[in-house]
Antibody, heavy 120, light 107 residues
């Protein structure tokens, strides 16, 4: 069974940092692109970042470029999102998702999400 | 960035009704259009990929159509468990972008 489990969310002050993790199981992690997608409270979905299977390519939405870093540890089946210089507008539920790059590049499996709240 | 315009933003309907949701891209995305269902407090669930392919395990009352810039999600006969918010996602070019969502509510 494919499972993705996010952790690391919480309350952080503006300007602070947080590292999210996503533990995956049930599939060969190193064979898939992975993504982070977020959803602000009561709002729609926003893609945040992508990472290639070997970590050699990474892409970000403009609003987080220079502040967030996506990474992965294929030996531990873990995906990460290092979030720095956090702003109130980064408050959201953050989901990790598997990408079927070879099909329609859609996100087929998602975790349950972890809530990040940026507030003083 | 490609803008995805989804309509309507909400609709009130009844069990057994036929429901149609549309998504329009600001430029051609071929068939790189996907549809998701999201229930409150839950992660999105993939329904349709590549505009018209039904994801494994998704009921056949869901269908998708379209190509280029105009796409449609149809629910042939709405069931009680289908009341949710639906999103389209273009995956043609980076950044992937979502439509604003359509909330399907009970009339």
């Amino acid at each position: 069974e494919v499972q993705l489990v996010e952790s690391g969310g919480g309350l952080v002050q503006p300007g602070g940092s947080l590292r999210l993790s996503c533990a995956v199981s049930g599939f060969t992690f190193r064979s898939y692109w992975m993504s982070w997608v977020r959803q602000a409270p009561g709002k729609g979905l926003e893609w945040v970042a992508n990472i290639k299977q070997d970590g050699s390519e990474k892409y970000y939405v403009d609003s987080v470029k220079g502040r967030f870093i996506i990474s992965r540890d294929n030996a531990k089946n873990l995906l990460y999102l290092q979030m720095n210089s956090l702003r109130a507008e980064d408050t959201a539920v953050y989901y990790c998702a598997r990408v079927l790059y070879w099909r329609a590049r859609e996100f087929d499996y998602w975790g349950r999400g972890t809530l990040v709240t940026v507030s003083s | 960035d490609i803008q995805m315009t989804q309509s309507p933003s909400s609709l009130s309907t009844s069990v057994g009704d036929r429901v149609t949701i549309t998504c329009r891209a600001s430029q051609s995305i071929n068939n790189y259009l996907n549809w998701y269902q999201q229930k409150p407090g839950k992660a999105p669930n993939l329904l349709i990929y590549a505009a018209s392919s039904l994801q494994s395990g998704v009921p056949s009352r869901f269908s998708g159509s379209g190509s280029g810039t105009d796409f449609t999600l149809t629910i042939s006969s709405l069931q009680p468990e289908d009341f949710a918010t639906y999103y389209c996602l273009q995956s043609y070019s980076s950044p992937p972008t979502f439509g604003g969502g359509t909330k399907v509510e009970i009339k």
